[in-house]
């Protein structure tokens, strides 16, 4: 592949540099096996720079694909230099073979979720003795800020305060029992007094990663008296679970920051800060003591407790928001105390901080600029790949317009609009026609969707797009769903040709792909904002626009056209599919959503694809659609997409492949 | 109204086109136009055609001709049925021209239904009338592929197994209403050697990529009427035998052609044993071939005699089948700028002006593209050799 080599051309001073990066490039263009490849022949070459990969990717079945890639380099590797390797490739996926770390110290390669690095509740037990001169590679990253927040964020309902009360007892009879029978045993007076020294000499000397639950103050200081018995302790986190049931007990919407919360809650229940701050570390220690062999039981307290340290440690960066109801339901009281990070840079700081190099990557990472920015770090290397492609494979189309110049869009004044919907009917009718196998078609919302099908079946358009194909629906239930999927399969694989209607942000559009005839084209209906009457979003918003000087709309746009681009990309993978990707509203016409594409879909979209009618759009598809069916081998790539050994040794390949890389 | 969508489409072709110009264009130096692609397709199938294999000479053949709603489509002009139709009339006699002791028959699926137009057999008059009634029939409903390939299917797994058995799919629609599962009938295929091969008119469909795959044929998606033509005479030409069909020895018969006058006493008019199958009127007639074994009178050759199951065919047929026996070896490609010498084609007396030349390896003569073409499809011997044999 030609792209591995440019890509190779940028990781090499990412290496150099020990420095970060972040690097857009399409999928199923080889990325994950470049990557890897480059890494281990850096790691062969400098053993001393580079120790160990740790390769993050975000789903089970993305682990494994990156294990079998893995495993074939490894083939390759082993063939090529004939010597047995003596790499040690570690994959943790599902808990079943979750292992512990003393493996993991002496792996070359380790493969696993996110979650490992991020969140800070397994990341202290997996992740915390790598070494500082790993290489951490982020996969399908474009979410990951997401994920930051999601494992900074605590959601407390009255369900939580309830098991956790459970919780509470549970451990005063296990603590009154032990008492009874060994008192010795309770004395854990003296490590506390120690403080947590222990760990703060491991942080010191570098051997862990840092957790960025466990502040480095706290690790200064001796456990406060109030909280190191341990009837005191339990006795403490009642008294915060009783606080905590009374704010959860309002009629109105409440958010305040830390500070704001911190002041009530010592005002009503004279609890200070301090102890507040060592909960989580006080809570783990308890239950070691008690042996307690069964934490998932703990849950509840395990929260609470964490948000006690939380919420106690970081003044600036979460907010606190206690809603009495749910939005869509607003008679029903389902009181939610959500206490929200809205810095994503907490939770990934530890990892930039220890790692030398940290390489962040997607298919879909435009705008690049951004991630750096919300992230809080400096990478090295930024860039944004395209194919390289024998034929043009990838067919974007922004359709802007009915037959009848009625303006598409999903646009909230006109989402009813009765011209819209049977619009919207029509590009779907005619594309059923002309499409072969499988077409995928997003929505902005389930609701949207919902009316939208309802709609199309009270005018007769869902009958007639039924002559064509089948029509499959995503549902929020994961059972339907994926029973959807699999009879849409069949269909496709049959001849019968099917329809997926599905939701932007919903399942199918992250991490299912629609491989050759599985996806022949895709459509977007609408452009998938984010629901921005959410309160959560509205203070991150906030938080943005004064942290990072982010403009709210800037990061609206950003993340549908994130999802826009995640939702459209499913359809290629690699370069010997092909697919339609029609953008159905004409909002999409317009610099600054065009702009936020991928690179490698942007070169193909042209002035003369903007904007179009249904009409237009027809004929475009038709046109494409022969094109591509044409009789196309691997002969035809040599030279423009493949490299044969010897074009790849060649001198003015080789400054070709330079300039290339220069302009990325 | 009926004029709108008409005058609607007209205006639509002006506007493809220029998108195509512009299309080119764009693509550049890095993406190889589809034309260029198509070229070298071209070319190759005529070497693979030609290298040293077996050809099939007795074929029987099933066309199925999709006649489901999405044949009423109108680009092509003056919509796909018609233009279709239109086309395989060409292909009938094109074929029997190519392949005189072969046999054809003619499937139309529409409605979720096949229904089988007219049954294998040699004579192409029958197939030509048969496809000029079909023109007036309307378009409904969905094509299904499971039900028109199991009806070519039930006559073709009676056919010898020397002969080479195919089916050729004209497919307009994107989609298959099938009662049970394709899959199943595609290893019934390809287990009885059916050759199955599928020209598309509207886009690449799944199951009829693997369909190809598994029987060994060929798929081809048209992207204008001239291309439809071309993709359709390449299944004029026998496809390679398989290397597992067994040779055996074939009876045939040679009828003499007894011509009788009025004037001639000894001449009784006679009915032809072929009228036997024909709706029309039967003709008495005087002369005709008459069968070596049993005496029974045909009008036309070839064809498989009514009493005894002889084949009768004449020897011109014979030969002309011949040829896919012993195909003309490929001519030698050079580039226009490496050949020194005269600048124009052997057959043709052109100039030669396209960016390649062909030479033949056996008498060193030149060709240009088009005459290539032709001498590999339809004379099937190098001029420039015939002309050295005699002279020698």
Known sequence: ?664 | MDEEPERAKRWEGGYERTWEVLKEDESGSLKATVEDILFQAKRKRVFEGHGQVRLGMMRHLFVIIDSSRSMEDQDLKPNRLTSTLKLMEFFVEEYFDQNPISQIGIITTKNKRAEKLTDLAGNPKKHLAALKKVVDSTCVGEPSLYNSLNVAMQTLKHMPAHTSKEILVIFSSLTTCDPANIYELIKTLNALKIRVSVIGLSAEVRVCTILTRETGGSYNVILDESHFKELLMLHVKPPPASSSSECSLIRMGFPQHVIASMSDQDAKPSFSMSHLDSTGEPGLTLGGYYCPQCRAKYTELPVECKVCGLTLVSAPHLARSFHHLFPLEAFQETPLEEYEGERFCEACQGELKDKSVFTCLACKKVFCVECDLFIHDTLHCCPGCMQTDRTS
């Open chain 1, 1 to 664: 592949f030609r792209l591995n080599i440019e890509g190779l051309l940028v990781y090499f001073p990412t290496l150099d540099a020990k420095g970060h990066g972040v690097l857009e490039m399409p999928s199923g263009t080889g990325k994950t096996i470049s990557l890897l490849s480059l890494i281990v022949a850096y790691h062969k070459a400098y053993p001393l720079e580079v120790t160990k990969l740790v390769y993050c990717s975000r789903t089970v079945p993305e682990i494994e694909k990156v294990v079998e890639e893995l495993r074939k380099l490894m083939d390759y590797y082993a063939k090529q230099t004939g010597a047995k390797n003596d790499f040690l490739a570690l994959a943790l996926s599902s808990r079943k073979n979750l292992c512990i770390h003393p493996e993991i110290l002496h792996a070359n390669i380790v493969v696993y979720s996110y979650h490992y690095l991020l969140d800070p509740k397994i990341a202290d037990l997996v992740s915390k003795e790598l070494t500082k001169k790993s290489v951490v590679v982020f996969d399908e990253a474009h979410n990951i800020d997401n994920v930051c927040i999601d494992s900074m964020s605590v959601n407390i309902t009255r369900r939580t305060l309830d098991r956790c009360q459970t919780n509470v007892e549970t451990l005063q009879n296990t603590i009154s029992r032990i008492k009874e029978t060994d008192a010795a045993k309770l004395r854990e007076y003296r490590r506390l007094v120690e403080g947590l020294k222990e760990a703060n000499v491991a942080r010191e000397t570098d051997m862990y990663l840092s957790n960025p639950v466990l502040p480095d103050e706290i690790l200064q200081e001796a456990v406060p008296g109030s909280i190191r018995t341990a009837e005191h302790f339990v006795g403490f986190i009642k008294h915060f679970l009783e606080y905590l049931k009374a704010r959860l007990r309002i009629h109105h919407v409440v958010q305040e920051s830390a500070p704001q919360f911190l002041k009530d809650i010592y005002e009503k229940v004279c609890i200070d800060r301090k102890p507040l701050r060592f909960c989580a570390e006080r809570l783990r220690s308890l239950l070691r003591t008690l042996e307690i062999a069964d934490i998932a039981d703990f849950s509840a307290i395990t929260l609470i407790s964490h948000f006690a340290t939380l919420v106690s440690t970081y003044s600036k960066g979460f907010t606190i928001i206690i809603e009495p109801f749910e939005d869509r339901t607003p008679t029903i009281a389902n009181p939610v105390l959500h206490f929200s990070c809205m810095d994503p840079s907490i939770a990934i700081k530890p990892v930039f901080g220890r790692f030398q190099s940290v390489i962040i990557t997607s298919g879909t990472l435009s705008p690049l600029d951004i991630y750096p920015r919300i992230l809080d770090f400096r990478p090295v290397t930024t860039a944004s790949f395209t194919m390289t492609l024998a034929r043009t494979c990838l067919c974007p189309l922004i359709v802007g317009r009915g037959n009848d110049q009625v303006a598409m869009t999903s646009k909230f004044e006109t989402r009813e609009d009765f011209a819209v919907i049977r619009n919207y009917g029509n590009l779907l009718l005619e594309m059923s026609a002309i499409v072969p196998d499988g077409i995928v078609a997003f929505f902005t919302s389930y609701i949207y969707m919902e009316n939208i099908v309802a709609s199309w079946y009270e005018q007769g358009i869902l009958e007639n797009i039924q002559r064509n194909k089948l029509i499959f629906i995503e549902t929020q239930d994961a059972a339907e769903t994926s029973m959807a999927l699999e009879k849409y399969q069949e269909a496709c694989e049959n001849g019968r040709g099917a329809i997926l209607l599905s939701v932007a942000r919903g399942k199918v559009s992250e991490g299912i792909d629609f491989v050759h005839h599985f996806g022949r084209a895709v459509i977007m209906f609408g452009v998938p904002y984010v629901y921005t009457q959410s309160r959560i979003l509205k203070a991150r918003l906030e938080y943005l626009r004064d942290q990072f000087q982010i403009r709210e709309n800037y990061f609206l746009t950003f993340d549908a056209m994130r999802h826009v681009a995640q939702c459209v990309g499913r359809a290629i993978q690699g370069k010997t599919d092909y697919g339609l990707m029609i953008f159905a509203d004409k909002r999409y016409a317009r610099a600054d959503k065009r702009g936020k594409l991928p690179r490698w879909i942007q070169e193909h979209l042209t002035d003369g694809s903007l904007n179009l009618t249904i009409d237009e759009t027809v004929q475009l598809a038709k046109y494409f659609l022969r094109q591509m069916a044409q009789p196309f081998r691997q002969e035809d790539q040599l030279g423009l997409s493949l490299l044969t050994l010897e074009q790849l040794q060649s001198e003015d390949m080789l400054q070709k492949i330079a300039q290339i890389a220069q302009q990325a």
